[in-house]
């Protein structure tokens, strides 16, 4: 058991509560890192890499058929094993985007291809749910069972905002626990359904949740209800029976109080360690577990704990994620040293044996960190990809340097952020803004200028709009133009005017009753009786 302190180069900012790690193809990815995706990476996802005591992030690239994916804190994270064909893939659900929004969207991310410089590239696709689908949520889980040969995803737990019926001025964006109901759904078709079990009363979120075979086993948990972490333990058993599946759920009583804890594998088998996390609001779990399925159930065996820093001790925070088989990824604040540089202290705890341990691989892990996050930086969309290089510029670069992430190398968001100077009579203000519309949180609203190539940010309160306007303006897809290039103010938007046609009936020749009549004068009248007579 080794406690390394790690130094990010130029990396540090990125990494925040509510991160996940990944691992495909035996790369560690990041993903949800503070921020949007930027110029140096598109795609919101990089590679994770520890050498000689220092961490170091690379740009993730995309297919260019892939969907765009948001970097979402604190979403439901699974891996699913190659199987029938299908290659190693994750999915993603959930989560809390930059905005502070609540998504429930259900991502696929895949590895695409290995470029010729043996860089990754990743495919993302958005899947669709039928049925009684999951709503928006995070602080949930996902897990993979198998049963009569057939293979499902479960999820359970988690929270959301409080249901638009409920809500008042004071608790308009106010959290509550979802209700515990548990979301079967199949990878193929995408049929759900919902399930409501008697064990499961109360709602639950950032718990430890394991699989093994047709059996899932729910640990831990914090409820807003109760405020509390109560040591829950449920085993969750599911039959995918030709019909309908059968689930049914028993109490165990030798469970856990930890919630928001790290979960790392040490192997090929069903034996976990469980870290961190926290056994109250203001106590930190500082003992580890090792967790072992077997046909016989689930055994908790305590783990002895590694020697602690001074700073992860005395830290009121931390959170982290499985780097590998055995590894976890450790991060606890600077509590506002001034002498600190970085946001955080980063250390690479290995349980594994030194004749086992590899600083290249890695694995699943999910951070879930159930405290706000103000500090999220503006929010900028992107629909660029980002592609590897090609073979010529490849020459005079290495393996660890040329497209390593700088932090340096990106905008001030000062200038490019929400509290940019849009207009000339520009009113937002950072340090007296208050939040004028009702969707505003923590930013103020802002909604995109097309005019001219490529267009500019303003603010909605800047522009006069009304409330209405700008939400049928995020809604729609028509073009809106600012005050400075044509836009009117509290312009409301009618539809547009429904214009019958005519209804255009050929003319009919009038029918004539009897013989013709030509005029003709007496001459010729005169002459035609003496000719027939």
């Known amino acids: 058991m080794t406690l390394q302190p790690l130094t990010p180069v130029n990396c540090a900012g990125l990494l925040q509560p509510g991160c996940s790690l990944l691992q495909l193809d035996g790369e560690i990815l990041l993903f949800g890192q503070k921020g949007w995706p930027k110029r140096s ?6 590679g994770v890499r520890f050498k000689h005591g220092e961490m170091k992030l690379r740009a993730i690239s995309f297919s260019s058929d892939s969907c765009y994916l948001p970097p ?27 905005n502070n929004e609540i998504s429930s969207s259900l991502y696929l991310l895949t590895m695409d291809s290995r470029g010729c410089n043996r860089k990754l590239m990743l495919k993302c696709k958005e899947k669709e749910l039928v049925g009684e689908v999951p709503g928006a949520r995070y602080g949930h889980t996902m897990s993979i069972v198998q049963s009569h040969g057939k293979t499902a995803c479960v999820m359970f737990g988690g929270r959301s905002y409080m249901p638009v019926g409920e809500r008042t001025t004071e608790r308009w964006n106010s959290v509550v626990d979802c209700p515990p109901q548990v979301f079967l759904f199949d990878l193929e078709f995408g049929c759900s359904s919902a399930h409501t079990l008697p064990e499961l009363s109360d709602g639950q979120s950032f718990h430890v949740a394991i699989a093994r075979e047709d059996c899932v086993y729910f640990i831990g948990g914090h409820s807003i209800t109760s405020d509390s972490r109560p040591p829950h333990l449920f085993r969750l058993h599911v039959e995918l029976l030709q019909g309908s599946p059968l689930l049914s759920c028993e109490t165990l009583d030798f469970g856990l109080s930890i919630s928001s804890a790290i979960i790392t594998r040490t192997g090929p088998t069903h034996r976990y360690i469980v870290l961190g996390g926290y056994q109250s609001d203001s106590q930190k779990r500082m003992e580890c577990s090792t967790v072992i399925l077997d046909d016989k159930g689930i055994h908790i065996e305590h783990l002895e704990s590694p020697k602690w820093t001074p700073d992860i001790i005395h830290s009121r925070t931390w959170f982290g994620g499985s780097a590998g088989d055995g590894c976890i990824l450790l991060a606890v604040p600077t509590e506002g040293r001034p002498s600190q540089p970085d946001v955080h202290y980063f250390y690479h705890l290995s349980f594994q044996q030194e004749k086992e341990s590899n600083e290249e691989e890695g694995t699943q892990a999910c951070s879930q960190e159930s405290t706000d996050y103000d500090n999220s930086t503006p929010l900028e969309d992107s629909e660029e990809l980002y592609f590897g290089r090609e073979p010529h510029e490849l020459e005079n670069s290495s393996d660890d340097e040329g497209d390593t992430y700088n932090e340096e190398d990106e905008e001030d968001e000062s200038q490019t952020g929400y509290w940019i100077k849009c207009c000339l009579c520009c009113q937002v203000d950072p340090n007296t803004w208050e939040p004028y519309y009702s969707t505003e949180l923590h930013r103020p609203a802002m909604i995109f200028c097309s005019k001219g190539e490529g267009g500019h940010w303003v603010h909605a309160q800047c522009m006069e709009l009304s409330e209405t306007l700008l939400l049928k303006l995020s809604q729609g897809s028509k073009k809106y133009f600012c005050l400075d290039h044509g836009g009117l103010p509290y312009q409301e938007m009618t539809p547009p005017r429904q214009i019958i046609p005519l209804k255009r009936t050929p003319m009919k020749v009038k029918e004539r009753n009897g013989a013709l009549m030509f005029k003709i004068s007496p001459a010729k009248k005169s002459f035609f009786k003496r000719l027939f007579d």
């Open 72 to 98: 979402l804190r604190c979403p439901a994270v699974c891996r699913l094993d190659p199987y029938d064909g299908l290659p190693e893939s994750y999915l993603i659900h959930g989560g809390r985007t930059p």
């Open 41 to 46: 990476c598109p795609t919101g996802i990089f």
